[in-house]
């Protein structure tokens, strides 16, 4: 199971994680460490940014009323009923006959509560002509834990989905400056709190993701993850604790299996060649 970095979504949600010199255990080629490394950067960092577009929704009391305006003094619980936001992030609405615009400012470096340090500004518009509810996120030099992430997000969030639980369903088109060099993302994922959705509070939700994407490392070279069984992250859990990762490149199809629902960092990696291995999956380091 892989250690999640960020704040606990999700988004959350889907974290292969690694050690920034060293990849994993488990005999994994340059080909894979680099894949692995590559999606590992991108998802701790994307884990971040969901929870920041979730929790700015108006189901946790942030307001998006028409034409008004959010300010500081006159609104103490600007930042809602989740409990996410600490006090170095400040968010204004802004709403027009067209448009809810909704300002996340996060001053200074701001650290969340798992140690995430956040700087610079995020935008999140809905059109109201838009009867899908969708939402674009867009982000400009924002810096997590050193990585300046640029690119957008479209999501549509809905209160109760066929199950009666929150989800947030989406694409994503990002890019995120490393030491390594630049690696970017391109897919979609869906996030669903399968439990602890009955409160507005963030650190009893589990949530459970779906989804595919295409990554391109730090080499240029470009390889595909499926996420064929859900994942599954247990609210105060650090880790994915169950389902399946297909990685496809030249190479052929790796798979990673997170287990049986416990709460650690070990992984069962099938090789291409029908190898299997047990892989320990490390947090990337900060920089």
Do not use: H
Request: hydrophobic share 30%.
């Amino acid at each position: 199971m892989k250690k999640i970095f960020s704040l606990t979504f999700l988004l959350a949600l889907f974290v292969v994680a690694c050690d920034k010199e060293g990849t994993t255990e488990g005999n994994l080629n340059n080909t894979e460490a680099s894949s692995i490394d590559a999606e590992v950067t991108i998802e701790e960092t994307e884990e971040v940014l969901d929870n920041i577009a979730l929790y700015s929704e108006s189901t946790f009391n942030i307001s998006t009323s028409k034409n008004s305006t959010i300010a500081k003094d006159d609104e103490p619980d600007r930042n809602g009923s989740s409990g996410f936001f600490k006090d170095c992030v400040d968010i204004t609405v802004e709403a027009t006959e067209t448009t809810i615009t909704t300002t996340i400012v996060f001053t200074g470096e701001c650290e969340d509560k798992n140690g995430n340090v956040i700087t610079g500004t995020i935008t999140k518009v809905r059109e109201l002509t838009d009867v899908t509810k969708t939402k674009t996120v867009t982000f400009t030099d924002v810096t997590i834990n050193g990585r300046v992430v640029n690119g957008t997000k479209q999501y549509t969030y809905t209160k109760e989905n066929d199950n009666g639980n929150p989800q947030m369903t989406g694409s994503v088109d990002i890019t995120i400056e490393t030491e390594e060099g630049t690696v970017s993302k391109v897919g979609n994922r869906t996030v669903e709190i399968t439990a602890g959705g009955d409160t507005n509070f963030w650190l009893d939700d589990e949530k459970t993701i779906t989804g595919a994407c295409t990554y391109t490392n730090a080499s240029g070279n470009t390889f595909s993850v499926e996420i064929t069984t859900a994942l599954v992250k247990p609210a105060q859990c650090k880790y994915i604790a169950s389902g399946v990762k297909t990685y496809t490149r030249e190479e052929g199809t790796t798979t990673l299996d997170y287990g049986d629902g416990t709460c650690d960092n070990v992984a069962t990696k099938t090789a291409p060649d029908g190898t299997v291995t047990e892989v320990t999956l490390r947090k990337k380091k900060k920089y």
